[in-house]
């Protein structure tokens, strides 16, 4: 079955530093689709990225870009430049693939802390 | 612009109680989902549809149900509540063609 774990419960960093955030992801399909969301204080789930398992490049989105290593089976979540605001929750989530299969899956999150 | 809404926003209601949680998208989206939030477990899936008349169980759905009428709404529906239902509700929408999930709000459900 298809899993998501993210083994950091808690992560600091201080402002305008970079940060990673670990995520890895079991599964037999070779199709599928990794996500990444930001949660912050007020409760919103924001989507940040996402990274398709044939993609070639590693996705980015502005600070955000995510660090695919496949044979690994990880998708790390680095934000450049943090920012006060960056503080929140981080969840990774995978989109089981297969015909008329669309659910995503979630990792148990990162609460990420950035001091000044 | 189009939207998903939950409500209500906060519910507190006592164990055995029937209570309706409604979810409300206005994409057209044929794809909707329930989540709930506990700590230290992320979002876990209860129940999704992929359009009117479909609905999937989920990995925690005992004790939960859901029906799909139309294409815009997706209630979930506590049939006895307990106080192990105590959480953070989410729903969720996804356009089959596109990648990822607008999330509404959330509804904070307390059962004592």
């Known amino acids: 079955a298809q899993k998501i774990t993210q083994t950091q419960p808690g992560m600091f960093v201080q402002e305008k530093e970079a940060v990673t955030l670990d995520c890895t992801y079991d599964?037999?399909?070779?199709?599928?689709?990794l996500f990444w969301y930001k949660q912050p204080s007020s409760g919103e789930m924001i989507f940040l990225i996402y990274?398709?398992?044939?993609?070639?490049q590693n996705a980015t989105e502005g600070r955000y870009s995510l660090n695919f290593q496949k044979a690994r089976k990880s998708a790390n979540l680095v934000i450049s430049a943090s920012q006060l605001g960056d503080s929140a929750m981080y969840f990774c989530a995978m989109r089981e693939a297969g015909y008329n299969t669309d659910k995503l899956i979630f990792g148990t999150g990162t609460r990420l802390q950035v001091f000044p | 612009d189009a939207e998903i809404t939950q409500s209500p926003r906060h519910k507190i209601t006592e164990t055995g109680r029937q209570v309706t949680l409604a979810c409300h998208q206005t994409w057209n989206h044929n794809n909707m989902f329930w989540y709930r939030q506990d700590l230290g477990h992320g979002l876990r899936l209860i129940h999704y549809s992929y359009g009117v008349q479909d609905t999937n169980k989920g990995e925690v759905s005992d004790g939960y149900s859901v029906s799909r009428s139309n294409t815009e709404d997706l209630p979930l529906t506590l049939e006895s509540a307990a106080s192990s239902q105590t959480s953070v509700y989410f729903c969720?929408?996804?356009?089959?063609?596109?990648?990822?999930?607008?999330f509404g709000q959330g509804t904070r459900l307390t059962v004592v």
């Open positions: 969720a929408s996804r356009d089959s063609l596109n990648t990822e999930a607008f």
């Open positions: 990274q398709g398992s044939y993609d070639q």
């Open positions: 599964t037999s399909d070779p199709s599928y689709g």
